[in-house]
């Protein structure tokens, strides 16, 4: 992505410590002080990306900058400072509010405001529809032809076990991905009886497959996922299979899996959080994978769990697959010897983060965009560049997966560790 520059109206107190951080991200921070700096700024410069306004100390001069920002030749994003107590009476903002603009509410660190800027600008590059309650609705992303170039991806997160992080490494390596990857991401809620995935993404009521296949039945339509799909803030487009645990026959299990292979060709990366049993939905959709990851907690019931499903995964011949992350991992078990116990190369650690997943959770958001700088989030963009590493290998397409990767070959110690 090239990177733009961004114009910073905000108070001289909070610009240098805003600016450093935009710096740090590759963009020049640009200050302004009145709608006028702006207008200069914008008949000067092609390249700004994004514009951080302060609503609050003088709103009318921000209405101005507004304006410049949405003309008729522009479309620039604003990223608008608010007070929190304002943010609830703000509707629209002077009528001409855009689907790429976003709200901070004081009091924000100048992190948090980096990654926004950064999900914003990437997002920007995509075509958006309409908004609803801080939802983007992308269009439909264009179904490539088989001769564009390689497939993406899928990535199945699964254990028998519940609880042991499924669905957190599932959202948050999705968010890893899309926002400091630069990969385009579709994130499947395939747990169709506790899946929780938009809900912990703020995202509410959205259509589900089970919705849209229904609805396809009268109008003779056939949706694909990607089309299906709602666009989260940080541009990870989100399927949720079905919202009830009832009426899902219409689930076929080989339709998903054919349709989980079509948005392949739409997506680098198709991440399935999947509810832990093993039911025919889900050894469809195991066949299709290309990564399986298995998070394991340092407890016995979930390296019993992992144990069994490496038996079963022998048995549906996709054992060279498996990969164990091993989260809450700083519980002072050893990485080494779970890898003996289950069987499994481990392909990074997640460490405990206490209460970080679920206050990110709480507000509608990955940790990954919530608390950037922890050093959580550093084990998942650890995981993701060992999923790149194992994609751009080849090694999970020429059929010898993790163990290939990480033991130099099938037939070699399966317990052999990433290095
Ligand atoms: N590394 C971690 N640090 C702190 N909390 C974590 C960590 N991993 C997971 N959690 C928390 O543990 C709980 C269970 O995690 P999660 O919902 O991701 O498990 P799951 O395997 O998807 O469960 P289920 O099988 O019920 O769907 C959540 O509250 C989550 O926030
Ligand atoms: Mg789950």
Redesign the pocket.
């Known amino acids: 992505m090239a990177r733009s520059a961004i114009a910073i109206a905000l108070p001289p107190a909070e610009f240098g410590a805003v600016s450093e951080q935009i710096a740090e991200a590759g963009f020049e921070p640009i200050e302004i002080r009145t709608a006028g700096d702006l207008e200069a700024l914008l008949h000067e410069r092609r390249d700004i990306g994004l514009a951080i306004v302060d609503s609050e100390n003088d709103f009318d001069a921000t209405l101005e900058m507004y304006a410049l920002l949405h003309d008729e030749d522009r479309d620039i994003p604003a990223l608008i400072v608010v007070a929190a107590q304002a943010f609830d009476q703000m509707s629209g903002f002077g009528g001409k509010a855009s689907v790429k603009d976003e709200y901070v509410t004081r009091p924000y660190s100048a992190e948090s405001l980096r990654w926004r800027v950064e999900a914003m600008l990437i997002r920007a590059e995509m075509p958006v529809g309409e908004t609803e309650s801080g939802i983007i609705m992308s269009e439909p992303p264009t179904e490539p032809s088989e001769a564009e170039g390689p497939r993406g991806q899928i990535v199945i ?1 699964f ?1 028998p ?11 948050n390596a999705a968010a890893m991905l899309q926002i400091r990857k630069g990969q385009r991401v579709l994130l499947v809620d395939c ?1 169709t009886v ?3 995935i938009a809900s ?1 993404l703020g995202m509410e009521h959205v259509r589900t497959v089970a919705d849209a296949w229904t609805e396809d039945l009268d109008t003779g339509a056939d949706e694909t996922f990607a089309s299906i799909a709602t666009q989260h803030l940080n541009g990870v487009s989100v399927l949720v299979m079905a919202e009830s645990p009832l009426h899902t026959e219409i689930l076929e299990p080989k339709k998903v899996a054919e349709a989980i292979t079509a948005a392949c060709r739409v997506y680098d990366w198709v991440i399935v ?1 999947m ?2 049993d093993y039911g025919l939905l889900n050894q469809g959709i195991f066949e299709r994978a290309d990564k399986i990851l298995v ?1 394991v ?1 340092p407890d016995v019931p979930a390296i019993r769990a992992a144990v069994q499903f490496r038996e079963v995964a022998v048995e549906l011949q996709i054992r060279d697959r498996l990969a164990m992350v091993v ?3 700083n519980s002072g078990v050893s990485v080494a010897d779970m890898e003996r116990v289950v069987g499994m190369p481990s392909l990074t650690e ?9 206050q990110a ?1 709480n507000e509608g958001r990955s940790a990954v965009e919530r608390f950037p700088k922890e050093k ?1 989030i550093g ?1 998942i963009e650890k995981l993701c560049s060992r999923m790149m590493d194992t994609r751009d290998s080849g090694a999970a397409k020429s059929g010898q997966g993790f163990l290939g990767i990480f033991s130099g070959g099938r037939n070699t110690n399966p317990t052999g560790r990433a290095t």
Do not use: C, W, Y
């Open positions: 997160v254990n076990k519940g609880g042991v992080g499924k669905t957190t490494i599932a959202v747990d506790t899946g929780h912990s959080d509810h832990p998070p907690t989260n809450r991992a997640i460490r405990s983060a206490g209460m970080l997943f679920v959770a959580v084990d």
